[in-house]
């Protein structure tokens, strides 16, 4: 078998066979892959906490016939500050969730590599993980080529008044005279459309946002739309 190395971040893993794991890893050299840690659940494993969510770690892996397996581990970070904080904790496997749901295999994309690291050590530094959960999300929508519109209506291009709606759907802001037109138009407070529209143009993850929590429930519904499908650690965190 070839071997390849590649520097990823695990986004999930799940049991195999008797002993194994499998992980999805997002790595810069070949985007979202799979990849078997063969014995990672023995006891003392040498895979088992580098095969865990949230590592940080250069592989190395070997090409099988149908898998990829887990020869060599380097740790680069196990983020350590969110493992102590079950907020930041939670705030991060969100986060990774939506990253694996989101995007296709096999396609190298260095810029959410960047950003996934990025969003991992800004939700560990952050007075408000919601707060940075939500620049990350926002930023992972533009990388993904879904840009929601929060400046204008995404249906008329027309400036929001004080009333406003957003629509996943839509695609964005919908004004109170297009709400007949989309199915799921909801009433949000202006101030988070606010919210949302500068978190687009932030360069780094803030360490507090004011409403952090509806902020957060305003990206579920985007997020609900584009993923097609249950996030259960998204719906844990708001329920």
């Known amino acids: 078998m070839?071997?390849?190395?590649?520097?990823?971040?695990?986004?999930?893993?799940?049991?195999?066979?008797?002993?194994?794991?499998?992980?999805?890893?997002?790595t810069r050299e070949r985007g979202k892959i799979y990849a078997i840690a063969r014995g990672a659940r023995k006891a003392n494993a040498r895979l088992a906490g580098?095969?865990?969510p949230l590592m940080h770690?250069?592989?190395?892996l070997a090409l099988g016939r149908k898998n990829r397996y887990v020869t060599q581990a380097q740790p680069l970070d196990a983020f350590p500050r969110l493992r102590y904080d079950y907020q930041k904790l939670v705030c991060a496997l969100v986060f990774?969730?939506?990253v694996d749901a989101v995007l296709p295999l096999e396609e190298p994309q260095p810029e959410v590599f960047d950003l996934c690291l990025t969003a991992l050590r800004g939700i560990e530094i952050a007075r408000e993980p919601l707060g940075a959960l939500a620049w990350a999300?926002?930023?992972?929508?533009?990388?993904?080529g879904f840009r929601p519109e929060f400046s204008v209506?995404?249906?008329?291009?027309?400036?929001?008044?004080?009333?406003?709606?957003?629509?996943?759907?839509?695609?964005?802001?919908?004004?109170?005279e297009e709400v007949a037109d989309v199915r799921d138009a909801k009433e949000t407070p202006r101030e988070i459309v606010v919210t949302l529209g500068k978190l687009q143009t932030l360069e780094s993850p803030p360490e507090f946002i004011k409403r952090a929590e509806e902020t957060a429930r305003a990206i579920y519904r985007f997020w609900s739309e584009i993923a097609g499908r249950e996030l259960p650690a998204r719906k844990r965190l708001l329920p």
């Open 2 to 26: 070839s071997e390849i190395s590649a520097e990823g971040v695990v986004l999930r893993r799940w049991d195999s066979g008797e002993s194994d794991r499998r992980i999805a890893l997002l």
């Open 96 to 98: 990774v969730e939506v």
């Open 50 to 52: 580098v095969s865990e």
């Open 57 to 60: 770690v250069q592989f190395g």
């Open 137 to 144: 999300d926002i930023r992972l929508m533009d990388l993904a």
């Open 153 to 176: 209506s995404a249906v008329s291009q027309k400036a929001p008044g004080s009333v406003c709606f957003l629509s996943p759907s839509a695609g964005g802001v919908v004004l109170p």
